[in-house]
């Protein structure tokens, strides 16, 4: 079976394994669930989770799923215009008192970001 053959869920697990074959220190992620549906998602998440722990390694993920960041991070950092605007303890992202992470964490068109159409 060649790789586009297999499912967005698959392709991401071989992506998965392909990374940490080689037992690095960091593991670099981008956009690790997007194209998945929210259970497929959830499970990405927990072999990352997983795959952190056991290999005592650092990850670092580019994402704008939420729900994935809330559960496979630590810290989060959001950038913006090419500058970090916020960076805190993922328990801290409903109360950062920042009004760019509150407009991205609730999906608000309206805020200080504004949305190119």
């Not at 729900?67 to 810290?75: L, Q, Y």
């Not at 500058?83 to 303890?89: A, D, E, N, Q």
């Not at 509150?102 to 970001?113: K, L, W, Y």
Request: with cysteine; aromatic share 4%.
């Amino acid at each position: 079976m060649r790789p586009i053959e297999l499912s967005g869920g698959m392709q991401k697990r071989a992506g998965l394994a392909r990374a940490i074959i080689a037992k690095p220190d960091i593991l670099f992620f981008d956009e690790p669930t997007t194209g998945l549906d929210p259970i497929t998602a959830d499970a990405i998440n927990d072999l990352i989770v997983e795959m952190v722990k056991e290999l005592g390694c650092a990850a670092v993920s580019i994402t704008h799923d939420m729900p994935s960041a809330r559960k496979i991070a630590d810290e989060i950092a959001m950038l913006h215009n090419g500058k970090i605007v916020w960076r805190g303890p993922t328990a801290s992202l409903d109360t950062s008192g920042n009004a760019m992470v509150d407009q991205f964490v609730a999906g608000r068109a309206e805020g200080p970001i504004q949305a190119v159409v």
